[in-house]
Each structure stands twice: as C-alpha cells, then as structure tokens.
C-alpha cells in the first residue's frame, strides 16, 4: 500500500496552471508534521529529478528550472503537501511525486504511482 498519493496532473497549455496534491495517507501525524516532504518529477527517458522541497518550518528549495514559477506548500492538518505550478512549459511535462526525505536528503519511502503533468509544445 502506498505511502503517498499524488493528485491534480493533467494537461495544459503553455503558460497555464496547475496545483498538485500529495497525501500522506498511511503516514501519522507526529511523523508527518515534523518531516523534511519533496516533490520529484521524471520525464519520459530521463531520471527523476528533485524540484521542490519543504521542511517542518516551511523553508523551501526549488530548482534553477522551477524557481519563481512553483511554489510548494504543506497543511498539515491534512498530511497533504501542494505544488503550486504557473507559468507551465512543455519542458515540464513529467509524472510528479511526492517523498519524505531523509536527513541525508534521500527519499525515504516507496514511490507512489505520481500525477501526470502534460504541456504541449
């Protein structure tokens, strides 16, 4: 059973919007609420790749390539973490997940089965 489940892909046109959601729904509170959540994305033909991540008190990371047009965030009452995406292009065309990293920054858990992302060029 999955650690995470990953919500709100689709397909949109260049310079669109999109908001994913992650659940954390096997994963308790006091375990949740203190750890270090990421959102990864891989490509067809390539690795996945780190782009966002968010700690217990909501510091954030991006990479160069999302910087200034993704936004991750996390309620916590929810056990859910959100990928705010804008401005979208077709490089961004990837299945997304979410994971828990570790204090080496490593995923922790097994991979869920992601959200689909598709901008057309």
């Known amino acids: 059973q999955e650690q995470f489940v990953e919500s709100g892909g689709g397909s949109v046109q260049p310079g669109g919007s999109l908001r994913l959601s992650c659940k954390a729904s096997r994963m308790i509170t006091s375990v949740f609420n203190p750890s270090l959540m990421a959102w990864y994305r891989q490509a067809p033909g390539k690795e996945r790749e780190l782009v966002a991540t968010?700690?217990?008190?909501?510091?954030?990371y991006y990479a160069d390539s999302v910087k200034g047009r993704f936004t991750i965030s996390r309620d916590n009452s929810r056990k859910t973490v959100y990928l705010q995406m804008s401005s979208l292009k077709p490089e961004d065309t990837a299945f997304y997940y979410c994971n828990a990293l570790s204090s080496s920054t490593q995923p922790k858990y097994n991979w869920g089965q992601g959200t689909q992302v598709t901008v057309p060029s």
């Open positions: 968010i700690n217990a008190e909501r510091a954030t």
